[in-house]
């Protein structure tokens, strides 16, 4: 089956019905991997054969990988500007007062949860002797002591939790716990571009995938040839703008660029802005051609 990123892969898929909460009947669609695990698919597609209904599901990951490759190649989340801007005062926010209220519960919690472990762990070893005895009561009365006034304690501090709001507007906040949000308008533009190029580079790996052995390095392939030194030979009288492309490292990779020379000239482009249409073609492939006419 073919997955949202191209790819084709092989799954081995079993079926059945299953009651879900004795209310409505769903379609159980389980995969198989290598290790014999197994992950079961839930749904309510009941025209779609097994395979699309997998393929959606697990193209999940695909859009993990996507958003890691972004982040990588891309700099999705990199910062295009320090500009900020007004939050609206409806934006509902965590209200600090039940923050420090919560972060005390819970370190008041953790301290509790130590001294119920150290209580239980206490035992009275070796042979029983009176002042051993009243050592160890007077021990574990201490303790006994300190986890009540704890739990007391905490339980106050529940009690002031609960009286709080979890969430208050901006406008709630005190003047002093306001604050601005990063601008948004010229990141969104930037992740747009960004996301053609992704698009972009996706159309070209498939089409790098017609002529490499190995699919899982287009990607790697299209980075290096998207770093590559390229000539711009622009020739009015021919009305042509001519892409000269370095060869690469490889011999194997510079078939691959061939084939995108040969697949993006039978577009006919035109440069935007001109009436040059675009030619694209190897560095080699020129000098050839110039001593084959010489």
Excluded at 111 to 134: D, H, Y
Aim: hydrophobic share 35%; with cysteine; aromatic share 6%.
């Amino acid at each position: 089956m073919q997955l949202a990123s191209g790819a084709c892969v092989e799954m081995d898929l079993a079926e059945r019905g299953t009651f879900l909460g004795g209310k409505v009947w769903v379609r159980e669609i389980r995969k198989r991997t290598e290790s014999a695990h197994q992950t079961s698919v839930l749904s309510s597609d009941y025209r779609s054969g097994p395979g699309p209904v997998a393929a959606a599901m697990f193209a999940r990951w695909s859009q993990e990988n996507f958003f890691k490759y972004m982040h990588n190649h891309y700099g999705l989340d990199h910062l295009v500007d320090y500009a900020t801007e007004e939050i609206p005062d409806t934006t509902k926010v965590v209200n600090p007062e039940y923050r420090q209220l919560d972060g005390q519960v819970r370190s008041l919690r953790g301290q509790l949860t130590r001294k119920l472990a150290a209580f239980s762990a206490m035992n009275l070893k070796g042979e029983i002797e009176p002042k051993k005895v009243a050592a160890f009561e007077q021990k574990k009365a201490e303790l006994q002591e300190q986890i009540e006034d704890l739990t007391k304690e905490l339980d106050e501090l529940k009690a002031q939790r609960k009286a709080v709001k979890h969430h208050i507007t901006i406008a709630e906040l005190p003047e002093a716990e306001r604050f601005k949000q990063l601008s948004t308008q010229s990141k969104h533009l930037i992740d747009t571009i960004k996301m053609v190029a992704y698009r972009g580079e996706t159309a070209m790996a498939q089409m790098a995938r017609e002529k490499m052995r190995r699919e899982d390095d287009a990607r790697s392939l299209l980075r290096a040839l998207y770093r590559t030194a390229a000539d711009l030979l622009p020739d009015e009288n021919a009305g042509t703008l001519k892409v000269r492309v370095h060869h690469q490292a490889n011999r194997c990779a510079d078939e691959v660029i061939r084939h995108f020379c040969n697949e993006l000239n039978q577009t006919e482009t035109i440069f935007p802005g001109t009436n040059l249409r675009l030619v694209y073609e190897l560095v080699s492939d020129q000098t050839a051609a110039d001593y084959s006419t010489g």
